[in-house]
T-cell receptor, first 113, second 114 residues
């Protein structure tokens, strides 16, 4: 299995509070991604990174920010969590943007009350 | 921009029966196509992919998919399913230029009934 961990694995937070999710890889892959998975919507890309301090927006980036200060870590921040951000969040990594396999982490279940 | 349509959100099938999970894509340029599988409470993992060459691609656990350019489809098939195939299956597409991330479909939940 690819070395990807996500923390925390579960989190319950209140509306309006800031939340940071962490993705850590040990594979030295260039690309890292954050997705959210919701019933009926499948997997939607939030942000991705193509190198340290290099990031780009995905399909559903509003309300989220990311940072990548080291190759191995990719942080997803919800500045002020809303109930619509209740979801399962997956981190993924890959060597190439589109042709190589993406390896997924175990997911973080976030509940915003 | 590319898009993916998975025509069935849920597919129930009896054990040892054949199954087809349908995937159609839309793109103005050449594409790469993928099927990912998600077992309960896990992340996604690659099942098979089409990049070029033979339009029929196979996985190690008996699934196959055929790239049909004229019909813009990449349907996933298995001649005989097992209980262990119960999972959610995602079709994904990307531009063959390699400059854009994958775009995933909404998923098809395959339930194998004993």
């Amino acid at each position: 299995d690819a070395g990807i961990t996500q923390s925390p694995r579960h989190k319950v937070t209140e509306t309006g509070t800031p939340v940071t999710l962490r993705c850590h890889q040990t594979e030295n892959h260039r690309y890292m991604y954050w997705y959210r998975q919701d019933p009926g919507h499948g997997l939607r890309l939030i942000h991705y990174s193509y190198g340290v301090k290099d990031t780009d927006k995905g399909e559903v980036s509003d309300g989220y920010s990311v940072s990548r200060s080291k190759t191995e870590d990719f942080l997803l921040t919800l500045e002020s969590a809303t109930s619509s951000q209740t979801s399962v969040y997956f981190c993924a990594i890959s060597d190439r943007l589109s042709t190589y396999e993406q390896y997924f982490g175990p997911g973080t279940r976030l509940t915003v009350t | 921009a590319q898009s993916v349509t998975q025509l069935d959100s849920q597919v129930p099938v009896f054990e040892e029966a054949p199954v087809e999970l349908r995937c159609n894509y839309s793109s103005s340029v050449s594409v790469y196509l993928f099927w990912y599988v998600q077992y309960p409470n896990q992340g996604l993992q690659l099942l098979l992919k089409y990049l070029s060459g033979s339009t029929l691609v196979e996985s190690i656990n008996g699934f196959e998919a055929e790239f049909n350019k004229s019909q813009t489809s990449f349907h996933l098939r298995k001649p005989s399913v097992h209980i262990s195939d119960t999972a959610e299956y995602f079709c994904a597409v990307s531009e063959s230029s390699g400059n854009t991330p994958l775009v995933f479909g909404k998923g098809t939940r395959l339930s194998v009934i004993a």
